[in-house]
């Protein structure tokens, strides 16, 4: 990474935090595999919920890209660690950038950060709305029980 990048980009690029998986078959678990078509860099981001708090317990991440990719996910699981839900979905990329100074042309590098965290955040609600849902061969057998009755 050239020199002529904030100290803070370089920090989160040399020493990323929280580099790593979840298992993604847990149900307290969300997450979001995100891309930028611009230049296909990848970022995988996961959350681990608090059932009870909403809040989030756990958090890592994987990115295949940029310097300035990997340090925008870097920072953003600093950030949202311990964050309930709502204020994690309420993150900007904006922020991200003036966080790290990321130049103009690195735009793009933290918006995959916030879809990124937005992603797993959907990931998990969607996770557990299935699991409250009522169990669908439940209700048609009783439907059919019924309708032989
Ligand atoms: Fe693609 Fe940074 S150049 S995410």
Redesign the pocket.
Known sequence: LSRSYHEKVIDHYERPRNVGSLPRTDSDVGTGLVG?P????VMKLQIRVDERTNKIVDVKFKTF??G??IASSSYMTERVRGMSLDEASKIKNTEIAKELSLPPV?L??SM?AEDAIKSAIKDYKSKRSALSAPNVNNISQQSSTQATA
Request: with cysteine; hydrophobic share 30%; net charge neutral.
């Open positions: 930028a611009a230049c296909g860099d890209g940029c300035s990719a690195k793009h590098c995959l």
